[in-house]
């Protein structure tokens, strides 16, 4: 099972970024999935997350109404997309399937994680 995270980069305060994160085998297609990040000297915080279907979401405060997660499970790919990027957004952003068939907030309830991508924004 592996989980591949990508589309981070440096952008300035106020642009956007898209994160993808695919998934081999029906890795990401047959769970909520979720993503989260840590900054430096931080803890890993939940983002968000999407339902299997795609229906449901659930989002962390600090990033809703500037970020959406989305899914393509024909293309076992799941989606960030962040607009509104301010400079407190700047950490390493990890997509993770979750073990559970809820949408949790918990890191300790997703089992499979990607390797991480780095977003930095500037003010």
């Known amino acids: 099972v592996q989980l591949q995270a990508s589309g981070g980069g440096l952008v300035q305060a106020g642009g956007s970024l898209r994160l993808s994160c695919a998934g081999s085998?029906?890795?990401?297609?047959?769970?909520?999935m979720g993503w989260f990040r840590q900054a430096p000297g931080k803890e890993r915080d939940f983002v968000a997350a999407?339902?299997?279907?795609?229906?449901?979401?659930n989002y962390a405060d600090s990033v809703k109404g500037r970020f959406t997660i989305s899914r393509d499970n024909a293309k076992n790919t799941v989606y960030l997309q962040m607009n509104g990027l301010k400079p407190e957004d700047t950490a390493v952003y990890y997509c993770?399937?979750?073990?559970?068939?809820?949408?949790?907030?918990?890191?300790?309830?997703?089992?499979?994680w990607g390797q991480g991508t780095l977003v930095t924004v500037s003010s």
């Open positions: 993770a399937r979750s073990a559970s068939p809820y949408m949790r907030r918990e890191s300790t309830d997703y089992d499979y």
């Open positions: 085998g029906r890795t990401i297609s047959s769970g909520v």
């Open positions: 999407i339902s299997r279907s795609g229906v449901l979401t």
